[in-house]
């Protein structure tokens, strides 16, 4: 299935395409971002200015060409043509479902959890999935109250290498498609 553009209140995810890592990279490199990674995910501090690139090429191309995976980039309906983090699915994770990234001027005002709904009613209705899993550092307040609000429950504690080079306590949290709607009313 081609990842389709979803809009909700005040966003509009738009499928991820390499047109806009510039644009991505702007915000990318900032370590308050990279250390949320784990080191699969990076082993790039300091942030090489093709970093954003290179994970495309790495990581996202791929799986979005075979339609196995589904990314967006995350724009502002007020600020259609301006791309400033993104969202990621991808099914074949057993313990990371998805990965999420906003940049730091978009930080607090809500978009984090509006976007990561609006994947989510996705994961649900259109790709029939029963559960998501997905997992964040244990320090993340901010990612884990998402979590919490949106239903999830943490189903394990583990502690995995990240991109500062240490290895952290990582959540790893799961909900029902029941759990998730009964959460969002």
């Given at each position: 299935?081609?990842?389709?553009?979803?809009?909700?209140?005040?966003?509009?995810?738009?499928?991820?395409?390499?047109?806009?890592?510039?644009?991505?990279q702007?915000?990318?490199?900032?370590?308050?971002?990279?250390?949320?990674?784990?080191?699969?995910?990076?082993?790039?501090?300091?942030?090489?200015?093709?970093?954003?690139?290179?994970l495309?090429?790495?990581?996202?191309?791929?799986?979005?060409e075979?339609?196995?995976?589904?990314?967006w980039?995350?724009?502002?309906?007020?600020?259609?043509?301006?791309?400033?983090?993104?969202?990621?699915?991808?099914?074949?994770?057993?313990?990371?479902?998805?990965?999420?990234?906003?940049?730091?001027p978009?930080?607090?005002?809500?978009?984090?959890?509006?976007?990561?709904?609006?994947?989510?009613?996705?994961?649900?209705?259109a790709?029939?999935?029963?559960?998501?899993?997905?997992?964040?550092?244990?320090?993340?307040?901010?990612?884990?109250?998402?979590?919490?609000?949106?239903g999830?429950?943490?189903?394990?504690?583990?502690?995995?290498p990240?991109?500062?080079?240490?290895?952290?306590?990582?959540?790893?949290?799961?909900?029902s498609?029941e759990?998730?709607?009964?959460?969002?009313?």
């Amino acid at each position: 299935m081609p990842t389709p553009i979803i809009e909700t209140e005040r966003l509009i995810l738009t499928p991820r395409c390499e047109e806009e890592n510039a644009q991505l990279q702007l915000y990318f490199n900032d370590w308050d971002i990279i250390k949320q990674m784990s080191a699969g995910d990076t082993r790039m501090w300091p942030c090489p200015p093709d970093s954003v690139q290179r994970l495309w090429d790495i990581v996202l191309k791929q799986g979005m060409e075979e339609d196995r995976w589904h990314g967006w980039s995350l724009r502002l309906k007020s600020d259609p043509d301006h791309a400033f983090g993104q969202i990621v699915l991808i099914p074949e994770d057993q313990e990371d479902e998805r990965g999420f990234w906003i940049g730091r001027p978009y930080w607090g005002k809500g978009y984090a959890n509006e976007a990561k709904i609006a994947m989510t009613k996705f994961w649900f209705e259109a790709l029939h999935k029963p559960s998501l899993t997905v997992k964040c550092r244990a320090d993340n307040s901010g990612s884990n109250r998402i979590q919490e609000k949106q239903g999830f429950e943490v189903i394990k504690t583990m502690n995995e290498p990240y991109a500062d080079g240490e290895t952290h306590q990582t959540n790893i949290w799961r909900v029902s498609k029941e759990n998730f709607y009964e959460a969002i009313k």
